[in-house]
C-alpha cells in the first residue's frame, strides 16, 4: 500500500509568486491534514479537510487556501509568497478525524528567495 | 501558538541507555500522541493515549499521561543508534470544533553508537 504522497518533494519560488502543493492521502482515508513547520519547531496546523468539507483553520493569512478533491487528494494554495513562507509543508491523512493517528508525507521543502 | 512543550529540547545519551522526554500542555485534551521525525522528514506515529488512559506500551516505548498535572512521559528503552531523531508530542483539544493536531517543540535525540 502507497503511503501519503506528496509533490514536488523541494520547490524554490520568488517572493510574490504563488505555489501549488499536491497530497494523496492513503487509499480509504477521507480526512487530509497541511502543517507548516519551520526549521527547528514543531509543525503548525493550517487547514483540515473531512469528505471534501474545510473541517479546521489555523491561524495563517487569506494567501493560504486549500480544497480536497472527490478522490480525497488535497492541493494547499499560498499566494503572494514571502520569504517566512520558506518551511517544510506537511500533509497527513487519517480514517476519519484526528482521534485515530495520522500518517504524514515526506513533505514538501518550500524555498522563497 | 504551542500546547505541547517538551523537555529537554536536547538530549544525548550511548547506545543501550533509556531516554526520557517529557510533555506538558496547557488545555484539556482528548488524547495525546507522540511522534518522531528523522532530520526534517515526514513524522512518524508512535503511540497514541487517550485522555483516560494513564500509561501505555509499545514495544520499547512506554507512555504516561496525568492529566492533572497535564503532562507526558515518553521512555524509550536500550536505545539505539536508530532512535536518534526528534520526538514531538501532539494534543487534540476537546474544546473545539477543530479536530487537529498541535505539536510542541519537540526534543532532539541524539544517540551516540
Known amino acids: 500500500d502507497a503511503g501519503v504522497t506528496q509533490s514536488p518533494t523541494h520547490l524554490i519560488k520568488t517572493r510574490g509568486q504563488h505555489v501549488t502543493l499536491r497530497c494523496s492521502p492513503i487509499?480509504?482515508?477521507?480526512?487530509v491534514s497541511w502543517y507548516q513547520q519551520v526549521l527547528g519547531q514543531g509543525p503548525q496546523f493550517i487547514f483540515q479537510y473531512y469528505e471534501k468539507e474545510e473541517r479546521g483553520r489555523g491561524n495563517f493569512p487569506d494567501r493560504f487556501s486549500a480544497r480536497q478533491f472527490p478522490n480525497y487528494s488535497s492541493e494547499l494554495n499560498v499566494n503572494a509568497l514571502l520569504l517566512g513562507d520558506s518551511a517544510l509543508y506537511l500533509c497527513?491523512?487519517?480514517?476519519?478525524?484526528?482521534?485515530?493517528?495520522?500518517?504524514f508525507g515526506q513533505g514538501t521543502r518550500l524555498t522563497v528567495v | 501558538s504551542q500546547q505541547g512543550e517538551e523537555d529537554p529540547q536536547a538530549l544525548s545519551i550511548q547506545e543501550g541507555e533509556n531516554a526520557t522526554m517529557n510533555c506538558s500542555y496547557k488545555t484539556s485534551i482528548n488524547n495525546l500522541q507522540w511522534y518522531r521525525q528523522n532530520s526534517g522528514r515526514g513524522l512518524v506515529h508512535l503511540i497514541l493515549i487517550r485522555s483516560n488512559e494513564r500509561e501505555k506500551h509499545s514495544g520499547r516505548l512506554r507512555v504516561t499521561l496525568d492529566t492533572s498535572k497535564k503532562s507526558s512521559s515518553l521512555l524509550i528503552t536500550a536505545s539505539r543508534a536508530a532512535d536518534t531523531a526528534s520526538y514531538f508530542c501532539?494534543?487534540?483539544?476537546?474544546?473545539?470544533?477543530?479536530?487537529?493536531?498541535?505539536f510542541g517543540s519537540g526534543t532532539r535525540l541524539q544517540v551516540q553508537p
Open positions: 501532539a494534543t487534540v483539544i476537546m474544546d473545539t470544533g477543530r479536530r487537529a493536531l498541535t
Open positions: 487509499s480509504g482515508h477521507k480526512s
Open positions: 497527513a491523512s487519517s480514517l476519519r478525524d484526528t482521534n485515530t493517528e495520522a500518517f
